[in-house]
């Protein structure tokens, strides 16, 4: 059994999917017709096609056939209300038809729909998304200039494909953001790397660090293979990391959780339409005599829920970080026989202790917040800014300035003589020309020191709060 997600070209969109790979003792229900057909939905499909074929005949001007039962087909579909069940016709599904086992071309961002809206869940690790500036919970307004308004996730998603080297211009809305912002993004290829590992210290005490950025077919085997290299070295404690992790297979996350809990409770639970459930269990039920804690933001979505579900619940281990994104859902492909594929919401998945965290997400154990400059915007350079400047954009790079432990004085947006001041001594310690101004060049520079800082994890309170939790 392979829990995925389905890939675009903004790099996926959150939904998780079971396909049946023969060896799974969960049964999920195939899509078949029982043979048994009511009176009324006789009724009702005979009305669909005395509608169809009024129209075939006798509208003023001639129809394609094809498209009215295309069209009848995705509104069905759009009325379930159910942004993870879609319906593509042939030329759509072929579009998107592309694996997660290999590299694929596109911004790299997982994206899904909350509240009707195209909205990121998580730019994926050093993606050209990420490293333009669109964060977790962004919510898409318009690509190239046209608006998303009306367009299912998929047809969003392919809009956002294309070919590396092209550039796709993306608005977003930023939740506490007033005004509306736009990021050029250059498509590149996103390649499937998934786990970084790397050796702490904390409080005297070896402490491992395994950050996983999506579950691919090989992460398991990566994770496995980091860990046992980590405990060569004499670790005496480990730190998962699945911030802004999207999710991907269910085989990579339950190959993971062999070597981390045990058999007494199921890792996840199915619950079926008719209230029924059944739980997936660890294969191994091994535990690490170690201790261990996870990282979760609102960017682990999905496989990562049900990785961080599991560990805290089944595993008894801490949490560390935000709320996480909330999918509780499963997805079940359905592919037509003239190549059109529909793709529906069959199940919910259910914590170890029977939680659904649909649309609310995993709390962490332990809630910490980033510095303020993890979350600050970027700078959309219009004009200029200088001296005697006010407003958001001034506020962006006084914040980011002194995240990067420049002093601009203030963080309301006017631009001070120390605001310039500080520009000047970071101009000058970038090779600038010192101008205290903030061209598009200086904006860049900022957000591209900004981004290195924050990934090489100084200042992270979050990773800091699950070390110490793991060497007392």
Known sequence: MILCLIAGGAGTYAGLQFFNDGNSSLSVASISDSGQESAS?????????????????????????????????????KSLDDPYSTYMDKKTAEQFTQSLDSSFQG???????????????????????????????????????????????????????????????????????????????????????????????ENGKKIGYLEITSFSENTADEFNSNLKKLEKKGIEGLVIDVRGN????????????????????????????????????????????YPISVLIDRGSASASEILAGALKEAGGYPLVGEKSFGKGTVQQALPLEDGSNLKMTTHKWLTPDGNWIHEKGIQPTI????????YASPIQIEETLKKDSNGSQVKNTQVMLKGLGFDPGREDGYFSEQTEKAVKEFQGKNDVK??????ENTASLIQTRLLEKIDSHQSDKQLQAALKEVAE
């Open 434 to 439: 010192q101008t205290g101004e903030v061209d």
């Open 107 to 201: 911004i790299g961002a997982e994206v899904s729909m909350v509240n009707e809206k195209v909205t990121i869940v998580s730019p994926f690790k050093g993606s050209p998304a990420e490293k333009a500036g669109i964060k977790a919970n962004d919510q898409i307004l318009q690509i190239n200039g046209k608006s998303v308004e009306g367009l299912d996730l998929s047809q969003a998603v392919l809009k956002i494909r294309g070919k590396k080297g092209s550039t796709v211009n993306i608005q977003v809305q930023r939740p506490g953001v007033k005004e509306p912002l736009t990021f050029k993004v250059v498509r590149d290829d996103i390649p499937i790397e998934t786990v970084y590992s790397s050796l702490k210290e």
């Open 367 to 374: 809630k910490v917040e980033q510095p303020e400059y993890y």
């Open 246 to 289: 999207p999710g991907g297979y269910l085989e990579s996350v339950e190959k993971i959780l062999d070597g981390l809990v045990t058999k007494d409770k199921p890792y996840v639970q199915i619950e079926q339409r008719n209230g029924e459930k059944e739980g997936v269990y660890s294969k191994n039920g091994e535990k690490k005599d």
């Open 41 to 77: 939905t006789k009724a009702e499909f005979e009305k669909i096609e005395k509608v169809y074929n009024t129209l075939s005949e006798k509208y003023y001007k001639d129809v394609d056939e094809d498209k009215l039962l295309e069209g009848a087909i995705d509104g069905m579909v």
